[in-house]
């Protein structure tokens, strides 16, 4: 069989060859230097037959079996961290798949993490282009979205600059003070039972929307010939229309600030302000558009509410889950606190209980599971397997943070494993990885940390918390929601019960 292949290779290239020459011949190129033109292609010839293909000397990961045309696409399931997670068990911390046309390596170990996210950041600094993100955000206007190069590292450096600097997270104090403390009010009114403000909905509604958009895969990206199928399915549609909401959202937001900028010159500035008044001096190098103002204030609200509540309500979740750990926060919360009805950001630095609820929240409960997924530039090595270019990567960090090789007891919630443990999750530690690492970490960090700490730690302090309806801690409904940030599915609802103070 193999031999018959080969005859017929050769064949096949042989009669290439000659109708190769006989066109030289016909354009009288032939008669000019015959002897090395028939060396030269004789050359060609044989090396192309002893050259061994690419193919077959390529050492790639372990696969699961793939379907005809979609390949593994059906092993994504509702949870894609989950599923992807349970494949890993079987084929390995890096398996290649295949989504459609597309490579897609997925990486569920420490060890692969930092060779991606350290060893070659460079070559994995791109996210893929899709058509959904390329729609909702101005064709790839914002941050996260955009390729390296110096577009991203401006547009990168006015928001860490301008938003989320240690300088400017610092000086947002009094306003995450005064919003705290509102939201301990809000929670009373809550609790006397007033009605939730319907307008705020509205608003809410697009974004969840377009979270969940971000989330879905669309069919084209994978299989360039279905992409038809998104138009008849209703889901262009529905990007496009939530691309055009948003915009005027956007658009709204904007005129607000140009008008109302001249008339309160000597207010607090916020961040749209310091975008236009950027807008205006036109020091960047390049001009700012409008469409990339409006797309990096949706990198804050898409990249910055939505995981940093989640990681809120998880982290109630499993306190409510486990009385004991809820109880040890109290007491730390009371003993800062000093006698206070409130816990100042001060008072932070010496709640290292908090902390590690907080860090074991993120381990079990990482808002984005998988990261952003990122695109290889090159052919490059990874941990001995050959990753092509054009592979894409997704790293499960949901995954590990539940490698029982990394964590004891790993599917357990025990906050006292990061007591006296130097594991952080600002990058350098690849078992906790949830706002990434390398170039591209999650600039907003710090600022969500520092929201999420002075809520969480607010929130045991001032109110003990139950149950509804003498439901029990095994009640709770840990079911996590479709889309890009993975908050439970229903809300937690808990009664607060007002302290003493
Ligand atoms: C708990 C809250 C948050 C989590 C878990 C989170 C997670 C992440 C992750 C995993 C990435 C990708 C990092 C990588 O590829 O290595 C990222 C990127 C990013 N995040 Fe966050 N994030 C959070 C809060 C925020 C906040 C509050 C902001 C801004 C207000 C923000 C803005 C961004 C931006 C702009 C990027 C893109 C960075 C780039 O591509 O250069 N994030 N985040």
């Not at 010839?45 to 690419?54: E, H």
């Not at 597309?102 to 060890?111: E, R, Y």
């Not at 008849?232 to 909401?245: H, Q, R, S």
């Amino acid at each position: 069989m193999i031999n018959f292949l080969f005859h017929r290779i050769i064949c096949e290239v042989s009669r290439d060859m000659l109708n190769l020459l006989q066109l030289l011949r016909q354009h009288e190129i032939f008669f000019i230097s015959s002897p090395l033109l028939i060396f030269t292609l004789l050359l060609i010839f044989f090396l192309a037959l002893i050259r061994p293909s690419r193919k077959r000397k390529l050492i790639l990961p372990p696969s699961p079996a793939k379907l005809p045309i979609i390949g593994n696409l059906h092993n994504l399931g509702r949870q894609p961290h989950r599923s992807l997670h349970v494949l890993a068990q079987r084929f390995g911390p890096l398996m290649l798949l295949r989504f459609g046309n597309v490579p897609v390596l997925v990486v569920s170990s420490a060890d692969a993490a930092c060779e991606i996210k350290k060893t070659h950041d460079l070559t994995f600094i791109n996210g893929p282009k899709l058509s959904v993100t390329r729609k909702l955000l101005y064709d790839y206007k914002d941050v996260a979205s955009a390729p390296y190069g110096e577009y991203w590292r401006q547009m990168r450096s006015i928001c860490v600059l301008n938003l989320l600097s240690n300088k400017m997270v610092k000086s947002y104090r009094a306003i995450r003070e005064e919003e705290t403390a509102l939201a301990m009010q809000y929670i009373k009114r809550i609790a006397l039972g007033r009605k939730y403000n319907e307008d705020k909905n509205k608003f809410k509604k697009l974004l969840s929307d377009f979270l969940e958009l971000l989330g879905t895969p669309d069919v084209g990206d994978y299989l360039p010939w279905l992409a038809w199928v998104s138009h008849v399915n209703g889901f262009n549609a529905k990007v496009d229309k939530v691309a055009k909401e948003l915009d005027e959202f956007l658009d709204g937001v904007i005129e607000e600030h140009v008008n109302q900028h001249n008339k309160h010159a000597n207010d607090q500035k916020d961040f749209v302000d310091v975008l236009l008044e950027i807008q205006k001096q036109d020091t960047v190098g390049f001009p700012i558009e409008r469409t990339s103002i409006k797309a990096l204030i949706l990198d804050v609200f898409s990249a910055g509410t939505d995981t940093t509540y989640t990681v809120l309500e998880w982290a109630m979740t499993e306190l409510l889950r486990h009385p004991k750990a809820m109880k040890e926060l109290q007491k730390e919360a009371g003993k800062v606190s000093g006698g206070k009805s409130s816990i100042s950001e001060d008072d932070l630095h010496n709640m290292q209980y908090l902390k590690a609820v907080i860090k074991e929240t993120l381990r079990l409960h990482p808002p984005i599971p998988t990261l952003l997924p990122r695109v290889s530039t090159k052919d490059v090595k990874i941990n001995g397997y050959d990753i092509v270019e054009g592979t894409q990567v997704i790293i499960n960090a949901w995954a590990i943070g539940r490698d029982p090789s990394l964590w004891e007891k790993p599917e357990e919630f025990i906050p006292d494993r990061f007591l006296n443990n130097p594991i952080d999750f600002k990058g350098h530690h690849f078992e906790l990885i949830p706002f990434g690492s390398g170039r591209r970490i999650c600039p907003g960090m710090q600022l969500a940390m520092q929201i999420n700490e002075l809520l969480l730690a607010n929130l045991v302090h001032k109110f003990d918390w139950t149950l509804p309806d003498g439901a029990s801690e095994r009640d709770l409904d840990m079911t996590e929601c479709i889309g890009f940030t993975k908050h439970k599915e229903s809300p937690l609802i808990a009664i607060a019960n007002q302290c003493s103070f």
